[in-house]
């Protein structure tokens, strides 16, 4: 595959006839219907496509425009292949192929039934669903896939827009993490300035606008992700009300007991999947730091989230609050040794 994506004709499958499958593709979405669509965004829409061999494919198509947007499209989709075609992950969506031509410029990924983490939050049917150790298993696969992208890859790559609306899942509720459009792959010996990418309420306020991209962009995202996929929602209000009782006398916010910040929808968890949630809660936390100096690299967190923790909560599960979780939230090889939850007391 091309590392520069050119305006002429090119259609690339690994292993497939090119032309065949741009006509399969064509073919089975009835020329991009509307019917066949799963999902839009800014830059480009997604269509569900089966091939003449069965396989199911998803088929990302830039939106094609005669205004200044439509150099951001091919921008993003440039950086979407060149990101791609550098990752081998199982926890990273695998790009099969991509064509630009005239009239229709499409990435084929593999298709994920499971849809969006996003959406599933919001399914009050299917959310029971998704208990607390399928949860945990979601946060560590993401932590492992970024950890995988910031450290195993040369140069490194940040993603810039992890949120939930970018990992998908399958029916087993295994996470991938898509969209690589704003994705930067770390030049070395340069600074890395550009201008702001993501989605608001999962970047860091220091990033908000221009800012030098680096790994830490994507720490501060994963550590809200933990926290809705832990809650079930969106942890905007929780960061913004921790951050108020830091900064006032009054701890109200603080005194809540953990258990109260879960998703309430599932039955409250028990014996080490407790222990493990809120050890992942207490690790969200140390990304959302005020002082970005002090956040974890994420290969310190998916190291964190592999050990085997035995110790079962010392005050017991009911009983942990907010202020006694949080202190000093951070993990080891950083600035203050912190307190696990078996040293809690």
């Known amino acids: 595959m091309p590392g520069e994506v050119q305006t002429e004709n090119l259609f690339s499958i690994w292993s497939y006839d090119g032309k065949l499958v741009y006509e399969d593709i064509i073919e089975s979405t009835e020329e991009f219907d509307s019917k066949h669509c799963v999902g839009a965004g800014g830059h480009a829409s997604v269509y569900k496509a089966k091939l003449q061999t069965g396989q199911i494919v998803a088929v990302k198509k830039i939106h094609t425009v005669q205004d200044g947007s439509g150099v951001a499209n091919l921008k993003a989709f440039q950086s979407e292949i060149r990101a791609l075609s550098e990752t081998r992950h199982r926890n990273i969506v695998k790009l099969h192929g991509f064509c630009t031509h005239p009239r229709h410029s499409f990435l084929v990924y593999q298709f994920l039934e499971g849809g969006s983490l996003e959406k599933l939050l919001h399914n009050g049917r299917e959310i029971v669903m998704f208990e607390w150790i399928a949860r945990v298993n979601l946060v ?8 995988y992208m910031h450290h195993d890859c ?50 860091a306020p220091e990033f908000a606008y221009t800012m030098e991209v680096n790994e830490k962009c994507d720490v501060y995202s994963f550590g809200v992700l933990t926290l809705e996929v832990i809650m079930g929602k969106h942890p905007g209000d929780l960061m913004i009300s921790v951050l108020s009782s830091s900064l006032s006398t009054s701890n109200t916010v603080l005194d809540t007991p953990l258990r109260d910040i ?71 090889g950083h600035q203050s040794a912190p307190v696990l939850l078996s040293e809690i007391v």
Request: proline fraction near 5%; charged fraction near 20%; include cysteine.
């Open 140 to 147: 560590k696969s993401v932590a492992d896939a970024l950890s």
């Open 154 to 203: 040369s140069p490194p790559i940040v993603h810039r827009d992890i949120s939930s609306k970018n990992i998908l899942l399958d029916l087993e509720y295994n996470a991938y993490i898509s969209d690589f459009g704003t994705a930067r792959i770390l030049k070395p010996n340069s600074s890395n300035w550009t201008s702001f990418a993501g989605t608001f309420g999962y970047t």
């Open 262 to 332: 879960l998703d309430q929808r599932l039955s409250a968890p028990r014996g080490q999947i407790a222990e493990k949630l809120g050890f992942i809660v207490k690790l969200a936390f140390s990304c959302l730091q005020t002082n970005p100096q002090s956040w974890p690299t994420m290969k310190q967190v998916s190291q964190e989230l592999s050990h085997q923790r035995r110790s079962l909560l010392a005050l017991g599960f009911d009983k942990i609050t907010l202020s006694q979780l949080l202190d000093n939230a951070c993990i080891p």
